[in-house]
């Protein structure tokens, strides 16, 4: 180990000048690695709370202008996206408490109430579909189902939004739209995508696209687990009328399906005479080779049954509860 010889002079330094640069440059280093733009996001939502709460006077308890404070807090972390929406998602857990709005015990029951428990139960039917890769074997059946012999694009674009409009019954508009997209995408790969696209291929792909979407918000009208908005009413009818018949899931069905199902053909009707003629299933039908889909079927394996087994006991759960509290 080298020694530096120690001088007598006493305007010598004590450590070496390279050491000095050294720290310097590390201190200069460390203060650019804090005073970064997501650092700022980060204190911005504090910073903005603290001014609400020292300037901002409202009629009423304390507790409403801390509530106003906590939602510009909150609302600054999720326009900035200083940190992960997880992490912003839960802040009203320790917020909520800190500024006396809500005990925590409060604010964790609001987290797993029932819309929540339903919404997650969804999604975790969506993440199952795309683990065993259910979506891609969705494609391949309703193409070989429905294309007919001649082809007929008609009859594949209802069996396309039909399915479409039935798994959005089931699970969560938002779910089912991850889970159905490549569905679409998956039949639609198979035509040709470049500036020479026929206009029979490219308003065959208009009408899957936009009869995908529409499908899933529909089917998603005529059950409670297909959208938020329906579980938003059984939650204000539960808390506004709590003397009269809950809102049930078999209630809701009968009421909503036939409307549903009316809309429904009226959209396939549309999307056919506007994207989808009979007389395109001969352009159309270059495309899809049905010995093709049926080797590609073939490599994806079994069929896994215990998800199918699992998804309709969570359906039969979802019809048979007879109060307004829904288990999944």
């Given at each position: 180990m ?24 590390s ?12 650092n ?9 709370c ?82 065993y ?59 040709p ?28 009208m ?22 009269a ?37 001969q ?16 490599l ?29």
């Amino acid at each position: 180990m080298d020694h530096h010889p120690i001088s007598e002079d006493p305007k010598t330094p004590l450590l070496p000048l390279h050491d000095q640069i050294q720290r310097s440059q590390s201190f200069h280093s460390s203060l650019k690695s804090i005073l970064t733009l997501k650092n700022f996001f980060v204190f911005l939502g504090p910073l903005l709370c603290t001014i609400i709460c020292l300037c901002v006077k409202l009629d009423g308890p304390v507790a409403s202008r801390n509530m106003l404070a906590v939602l510009v807090w909150v609302f600054a972390w999720w326009l900035t996206e200083a940190l992960p929406m997880p992490v912003t998602s839960m802040s009203p857990l320790f917020l909520f408490p800190l500024f006396g709005i809500a005990s925590a015990d409060d604010v964790a029951h609001s987290y797993m109430n029932d819309v929540i428990a339903l919404v997650l139960g969804s999604f975790i039917l969506a993440l199952a579909v795309e683990h065993y890769n259910i979506h891609k074997r969705l494609a391949l059946n309703i193409t070989l189902v429905f294309c007919g012999d001649p082809l007929n694009p008609p009859l594949l674009l209802l069996g396309i939004c039909g399915t479409a409009a039935f798994i959005g019954m089931w699970m969560h508009n938002v779910a089912t739209a991850v889970m159905m997209m490549p569905v679409a995408t998956g039949i639609l790969r198979r035509f040709p995508t470049d500036p020479d696209q026929s206009v029979v291929v490219s308003n065959f792909c208009k009408a899957v696209i936009l009869g995908v979407l529409y499908s899933i918000a529909i089917g998603g009208m005529s059950t409670l687990t297909g959208t938020g908005v329906n579980l938003i009413l059984v939650g204000m009818w539960k808390s506004y009328f709590p003397q009269a018949a809950p809102i049930t899931f078999s209630t809701w069905f009968c009421f909503a399906f036939p409307s549903a199902l009316l809309i429904f053909l009226a959209l396939w009707a549309l999307l056919c005479c506007l994207y989808c003629s009979r007389s395109s299933g001969q352009a159309l039908s270059v495309y899809l080779d049905k010995a093709h889909l049926k080797k590609e079927l073939e490599l994806l394996g079994r069929n896994p049954q215990t998800y199918s087994k699992l998804h309709a006991i969570s359906i039969q759960f979802w019809c048979i509860q007879n109060q307004s509290r829904i288990v999944v």
